[in-house]
């Protein structure tokens, strides 16, 4: 749980170098994936919390028991972006030991749960100190 996306201070995220790739990579995936919506985000010291809307055109339920990776689905998505950091800070000799292997993910069911989560994401840096991954 080190601190590789930046500080914060006063409730202020502050992004080095890293953290500032990391989020302009998220902020492009709207630009740069047709069925992928980044709603909102935040990259905090030493993790990355996004609502990201998925539109699929096939409405076909496909599952993947630990084959190849789906195009498309959510997996596919955050392994490109935690590649696309990686790769990242590895041409820039930035400190960085990578991610954990896995994700945790929910589905949004209704408006009260997003409004929950949305406010969650925005208020991230301003409650940090309680954050069960807060690490000075």
């Given at each position: 749980?080190?601190?590789f ?15 500032k ?5 998220m902020?492009n ?11 909102n985000?935040v990259?905090?010291p ?7 809307k ?6 076909e339920?496909?599952s993947n ?6 195009p ?8 490109h ?6 790769k990242?800070?590895?041409r ?5 030991n ?5 994700f945790?993910?929910n589905?949004?069911?209704d408006?009260?749960?997003?409004e929950?989560i ?6 991230n840096?301003?409650n ?8 000075q």
């Amino acid at each position: 749980m080190k601190n590789f996306f930046g500080y914060i201070e006063n409730g202020i995220m502050y992004l080095n170098e890293l953290g500032k790739f990391a989020c302009e990579y998220m902020e492009n995936i709207n630009t740069n994936k047709e069925n992928a919506r980044i709603i909102n985000h935040v990259i905090m010291p030493n993790h990355v919390h996004a609502i990201i809307k998925l539109k699929n055109k096939k409405s076909e339920k496909r599952s993947n028991n630990f084959g190849p990776l789906i195009p498309g689905s959510l997996s596919s998505l955050i392994n490109h972006y935690k590649g696309g950091v990686t790769k990242y800070a590895n041409r820039n000799n930035l400190p960085w030991n990578g991610w954990h292997e896995r994700f945790h993910d929910n589905i949004i069911r209704d408006f009260n749960q997003y409004e929950k989560i949305n406010d969650y994401i925005t208020n991230n840096p301003i409650n940090w100190n309680s954050d069960r991954y807060f690490h000075q």
